[in-house]
């Protein structure tokens, strides 16, 4: 199994910045894609940023401009860099790992993001 943590989340002025950090454990095969995704309060979970292990990477049409998704591969970590943050960026920020070893993907808990004055 996979393990995976985030960590970095809080609470930001709009405005603001704040980097996520996600970092996968445990059995690894060998992981492709990493990504962070969100989910607000009462809404489905939507991806933020995905970036592959050759460092391709996708955002939502939302942060472009705004967040910066990076991987360390040898640490198999994945960054999220917020800058510009807004109320509507409020949510609680999941990690995503595919191993395509297992030919499945692994979710962390989930770190929770509130951008409020």
């Known amino acids: 199994q996979v393990h995976v943590v985030e960590s970095g989340g809080g609470l930001v002025q709009p405005g603001g910045s704040l980097r996520l950090s996600c970092a996968a454990s445990?059995?690894?095969?060998?992981?492709?894609?990493m990504g962070w995704y969100r989910q607000a309060p009462g809404k489905q979970r939507e991806l933020v940023a995905t970036?592959?292990?050759?460092?391709?990477?996708n955002y939502v049409d939302s942060v472009k401009g705004r967040f910066t998704i990076s991987r360390d591969n040898p640490k198999d970590t994945v960054y999220l860099q917020m800058n510009s943050l807004k109320p509507e960026d409020t949510a609680v920020y999941y990690c995503?790992?595919?191993?395509?070893?297992?030919?499945?993907?692994?979710w962390g808990q989930g770190t929770q993001v509130t951008v409020s004055s």
């Open positions: 995503n790992v595919v191993d395509i070893g297992y030919r499945d993907d692994f």
């Open positions: 445990g059995r690894i095969f060998s992981i492709h894609t």
């Open positions: 970036i592959t292990t050759y460092g391709n990477t």
